[in-house]
């Protein structure tokens, strides 16, 4: 089993920064994949960045590009996203994704709970 546990949402103002964190934990092997996702009221779930292997290109949505940036640390099983320059259209539940092989060599795909970012004056 892999657990995700991810932290750092809240609510800022327009203009404000926030940084997520998500540690993966359990009985992990490897991760090649990890990903924001976000998903506002009436809307589809959206990635809006990716990491893969050490040196790879990070993904960014377009209208994030510029603003946030993910970064990973690879000891830690652990993801960060960093938003600055927050938009009321930031505001969402922010989820957590992590993609790779267990110690038994199964494939995992886990999700976090999600944490919410709220941007509003």
């Known amino acids: 089993q892999v657990q995700l546990v991810e932290s750092g949402g809240g609510l800022v103002q327009p203009g404000g920064s926030l940084r997520l964190s998500c540690a993966a934990s359990g009985s992990i092997f490897s991760i090649r994949f990890m990903g924001w996702y976000r998903q506002a009221p009436g809307n589809q779930r959206e990635r809006v960045a990716s990491?893969?292997?050490?040196?790879?290109?990070?993904y960014y949505a377009d209208s994030v590009k510029g603003r946030f940036t993910i970064s990973r640390d690879y000891a830690k099983n652990t993801v960060y996203l960093q938003i600055n320059s927050l938009k009321p259209e930031d505001t969402a539940v922010y989820y957590c994704n992590a993609k790779g092989a267990t110690i038994s060599r199964t494939s995992f795909d886990a999700w976090g709970q999600g944490t919410q970012v709220t941007v509003s004056s």
């Open positions: 990491i893969t292997t050490a040196g790879s290109t990070p």
